[in-house]
């Protein structure tokens, strides 16, 4: 089924992506043992040693998708989408209750179902809104379906109950459905009515509201719902402009809660300062970059908006990981990707990877011209952009 | 196709402009060096503490009594992933007086750390810990032992003292002043393997300080002090003795004072009290002045013990009068008498004769114009206008002489006459005598400023403002002692001049005079009678008295003929 191709062509792949992952990589398997060397005072490699074998068992997924023609996975978009959908369903029904949610499959590992539906939900839309062509601009064929399938598969995020994820979803499949020639009206109408439903989930959970009001006010009650935020700012303002030092963070030891997820960036802040803080900062803006380069190069529409998708996915997530972290925005159990302690998010986001990098490695060598975007005619009905409608399967 | 481009770039822009902010956000937390977090480090002061108590540094007086020590109280906190929610709602509800709804919604939320209650005494304590071993659904809670500043002597040196926050820091006073030395740290966790050699710190304590306090003195100078502001009506006072040997301050009160435990109650009402009147409010010191004129006049030999003036009752100098304060001429006048009399003509004729540079030379030695760095917080200068400052005045000069145009703390005061009674040694005035930090004893030495005049001058001096005492201050005689003193009646200066009906009466002293031993002043603020011969005098005269009493300086014929006898 999935021959090998004996004539892979990698020289065109964009390098520059896979040196910014591989920085990421690094500086994560960095972080994670500073992080948790003293979580067992009997090994303290535990928590390194079964990062390292995420990242192998990661890297397998990376380079097999990397050499792969992107064109391959469309093929399996609706299986893989019917897959984590049963996936999602079964785990809340039999799921084990961890950290008051039921996102984590496995106690003992740590195989979030949520990040793989978060990769299945990209191939999926990618080739779904592909597939449109000009009816996207369509309400009753272009808006509405789509509408329904997010909201489905954002429903059963939300039950796990996993709000920030869906929310990321949600972000994901927006931009996507603009890269791909969104009426903007509609677009803004959808928007509306999402935020209206938001709203709505929002007032049902009291725990979701309390995070909102203790982000209005991080500081207002230091011992009590501010004290995870609390910590986790104390130890960027004990980083500085230079930071403590690697393995130096002060807060890690005084009790700031998962030092080597979710607040993991808090604690780089702390031991390398301003400096580290930023660079990563950068590493993430530069991955943005070369992410979105290559869904303007790609060959198709369908590569496009498939890059768009998995670019927006690792940049959201950095973002909504770090401006929790910064009390910018209300903290939520987001992993930074490639840097937090993490199996599944670990090899979704390099899979991912691996698929951008097939991607660029297929794209257009010459530097854009109008010329060179016949693909992307401009509908003579609407005034705006539409994606042509490839081969289709 | 166009639009297709820049909707990409759009999203780029939208990703770019999204972390400038992180990035700005981060530098505001790492590097602004006015965040909320460094702005109150103490809201997040729990997260670098372990559970193991440690004790802020008591404050002793100089024997050992203790004046401020830590007790125990106890903080409530809950680890709300291991207990019952409704069971620990139930059972805590009546011991903190809390509605047990409330604390059933607050405990409900799992998380590792919940703040209940502060400053639990030891029995409520006692009954929770108790309940927490037997009951397996209040596993979650832990008791924390809070100490709390406790002032034993109650309001006793108060002032001087100053208090400790809810948050354990020490604010105004000596607590503030040393807050360095009497804080105590937490200790870092142990059992922890650290990249950094870092090992397991023990919790600790603050260091002890013993001040040069005598809490009996402090006590009989509170009490004469208050008693004589309330028997003139007046509106405040300071009184302080020291060593003038050693520079120490044996007791300093203030009228209004405060009791340090009821900070939150005062800093509400009438925070001015948490100041220190004896190093913080300065006042137009007048005639005592006097005592650093004449001691210029004598060292720059422009004057001698046998000199006379002509006292002609005034002296005008660039359209300013100035006359004596019973506003008549003496005549031939000798240099004592002068002092006795406390003529102003006199100390104005001294000033003349030495000139600017001479005269303010001798007034920074003495120490005005310039803090003592007594260890006490929010000490001030006072004011002294030297010669070159844009709004000197040539009057300045004669003015200063006895006191006026000017002004200092009553800190400033004593501590330039006591550098007469101590041979002409200016010490710098301290109020810790030593550091106790386990056993490690540190002392505080005194510490000569400089020597301000010579012996020869001092002994004149000495012998002048002993006649003042027995021949005009009779009020200011302890029978047996020989006493050394001088007045100062100062005006109150206002935004339009001198208040008229006001004044502070005020008096130094030291006894005894051939070997003094203890040095007084007393500042009485706005009394009924105007002079400070009528009240600040018989208050020194009494405080005087029964401290040597106290610490058993005899008689001046009994110590100087076993003096003899011993020679």
Redesign the interface.
């Known amino acids: 089924m999935l021959r090998r191709q004996p004539n892979v062509n990698l020289g065109n792949s964009d390098y520059w992506l896979l040196g910014i992952i591989i920085s990421l990589l690094c500086l994560g398997l960095l972080m994670v043992y500073?992080t948790t060397?003293?979580f067992l005072?009997d090994d303290?490699f535990y928590f390194l040693a079964r990062q390292i074998v995420w990242l192998v068992l990661g890297s397998g997924p990376l380079l097999l998708l990397w050499r792969l023609d992107y064109h391959y996975i469309r093929r399996f978009s609706v299986p893989i989408m019917a897959a984590t959908m049963l996936l999602l369903i079964v785990i809340l029904l039999v799921g084990g209750e961890l950290h008051?949610g039921q996102r984590w499959l496995l106690q003992s590992g740590s195989i979030q179902p949520s990040e793989i539906a978060k990769l299945a939900v990209i191939i999926y839309v990618a080739d779904w809104l592909s597939s449109k062509g000009e009816q996207i601009k369509d309400v009753t064929l272009g808006l509405i379906p789509f509408a329904i399938l997010i909201g489905v598969i954002t429903g059963l995020i939300l039950l796990q109950p996993d709000f920030s994820t869906s929310m990321i979803v949600v972000g994901i499949a927006v931009?996507m459905f603009?890269?791909a020639?969104a009426e903007l009206l509609q677009l803004g109408i959808g928007l509306m009515f999402g935020g209206a439903t938001l709203a709505i989930i929002l007032i049902q959970a009291p725990?979701r509201l309390?995070r909102i009001t203790t982000f209005m006010d991080p500081?207002a009650d230091?011992?009590?719902?501010g004290?995870?935020i609390?910590?986790t700012?104390?130890a960027?303002?004990n980083?500085?402009?230079a930071g403590r030092?690697?393995?130096?963070s002060?807060?890690k030891?005084?009790?700031?809660?998962l030092p080597h997820t979710d607040s993991i960036f808090a604690i780089l802040?702390e031991e390398l300062?301003?400096l580290g803080?930023?660079m990563v900062?950068g590493l993430?803006?530069a991955l943005?970059?070369r992410g979105?380069r290559i869904?303007?190069k790609a060959s198709d529409p369908y590569g496009?908006v498939l890059a768009?998708g998995i670019t927006?996915w690792i940049?959201l997530q950095a973002?909504v990981n770090?401006?929790g972290v910064?009390?910018?925005i209300p903290f939520t159990g987001i992993p930074l990707p490639f840097v937090s302690y993490g199996g599944s998010a670990l090899v979704s986001t390099m899979a991912a990877v691996g698929i951008l990098l097939s991607i660029s490695r297929t794209s257009r060598v010459s530097a854009?011209t109008?010329k060179d975007?016949a693909s992307?005619?401009?509908g003579w009905r609407y005034r705006?952009?539409r994606?042509p409608r490839l081969i289709r399967r | 196709?166009?639009?297709?481009?820049y909707?990409?770039m759009f999203?780029?822009i939208c990703?770019?402009l999204?972390?400038f902010?992180?990035?700005a956000?981060?530098?505001?937390?790492?590097?602004w060096p006015d965040?909320?977090?460094?702005q109150?480090p103490d809201?997040?002061a729990?997260?670098?503490t372990n559970d193991a108590p440690h004790w802020r540094g008591t404050i002793f007086d100089r024997n050992g009594y203790p004046l401020a020590v830590d007790v125990t109280e106890y903080d409530l906190?809950a680890d709300t992933r291991y207990l019952d929610p409704k069971a620990t709602a139930t059972f805590l509800s009546p011991l903190l007086k809390m509605s047990a709804t409330d604390l059933e919604t607050?405990l409900s939320?799992?998380?590792?750390?919940?703040?209940l209650a502060r400053s639990l005494q030891a029995d409520v304590a006692q009954k929770i810990s108790a309940a927490v071993q037997s009951d397996i659904l209040l596993r979650g809670l832990h008791l924390k032992v809070a100490p709390r500043r406790y002032n034993p002597a109650g309001s006793l040196a108060g002032t001087i003292l100053g208090y400790v926050n809810a948050d354990g820091k020490g604010v105004y006073g000596l607590e503030s002043m040393l807050d360095d030395r009497l804080r105590s740290q937490a200790g870092?966790?142990g059992?922890?393997?650290?990249?950094?050699p870092l090992q397991f710190v023990p919790a600790r304590n603050g260091t002890d300080i013993y001040l040069t306090i005598d809490r009996v003195i402090q006590d009989i100078t509170e009490q004469v002090l208050f008693e004589t502001i309330i028997s003139h009506k007046a509106e405040g006072g300071t009184a302080i003795v020291m060593n003038p040997k050693t520079g120490e301050i044996l007791a300093m009160a203030s009228y209004p004072s405060y009791t340090p435990s009821n900070f939150a109650e005062i800093a509400q009402k009438n925070p001015d009290l948490f100041q220190n009147p004896a190093i913080s409010k300065i006042y137009e010191p007048g005639s005592v002045v006097k005592v650093v004129t004449v001691a210029a006049g004598l060292d720059t030999g422009v004057i001698t013990p046998q000199s006379t003036y002509n006292d002609t009752g005034s002296f005008t100098i660039s359209g300013l009068t100035i006359e004596n304060w019973d506003r008549m001429s003496h005549g031939i006048t000798s240099i004592p008498v002068m002092l006795q009399k406390s003529l102003n003509l006199g100390t104005v004729h001294i000033a003349d004769y030495m000139g600017q540079a001479k005269f303010y030379k001798y007034m920074v030695d003495f120490g005005f114009g310039q803090p003592t760095g007594v260890e006490l917080q929010g000490e001030v200068s006072g004011i002294l206008r030297l010669p070159g400052h844009p709004r000197f005045n040539q009057a300045d000069l004669y003015t200063n002489s006895f006191g006026q145009g000017m002004a200092a703390t009553p800190l400033q005061v004593i501590n330039a006459v006591a550098a007469v009674a101590n041979g002409g040694k200016l010490l710098r005035p301290h109020i810790v005598k030593e550091y106790r930090d386990g056993n490690t004893i540190v002392a505080v030495q005194p510490t000569i400023v400089r020597q301000v005049v010579g012996s020869r001058v001092v002994h004149d001096l000495n012998e002048m403002l002993v006649g003042v005492v027995e021949n005009e201050v009779t009020g200011a005689a302890i029978p047996g002692y020989r006493v050394a003193g001088k007045t100062g009646t100062s005006e109150i200066p206002t935004a339009t001049g001198y208040d008229p009906r006001w004044t502070i009466g005020s008096f130094v002293a030291y006894a005894p005079a051939d070997d003094p031993q203890i040095i007084i002043l007393a500042k009485i603020d706005k009394p009924q009678l105007p002079l400070g011969e009528q009240t600040a005098a018989p208050a020194v005269r009494v405080i005087m008295k029964q401290t040597l009493g106290y610490l058993g300086i005899a008689p001046d014929n009994i110590r100087l003929a076993a003096n003899q006898a011993n020679r």
């Open positions: 500073s060397y003293f005072d303290p008051g931009t603009f890269i020639g725990y309390s500081l230091p011992s009590g719902k004290y995870q609390g910590l700012l104390q960027l303002v980083g500085g402009f030092g690697l393995g130096n002060v807060q030891l005084m009790g700031l809660p802040g300062g301003l803080s930023l900062i993430f803006a943005a970059y979105l869904a303007l496009a768009t927006c940049t973002l770090v401006g910064t009390a910018t854009p109008g975007y992307f005619n401009i705006g952009p994606l | 196709m166009v639009a297709y481009r909707r990409l999203v780029l990703f770019f999204l972390a902010i992180m990035a956000r981060l530098a505001y937390w790492q590097v965040n909320i977090l460094r109150r809201l997040m729990h997260g670098a906190d607050n939320i799992k998380r590792p750390y919940l703040r870092s966790l059992g922890i393997k650290l990249i950094d």
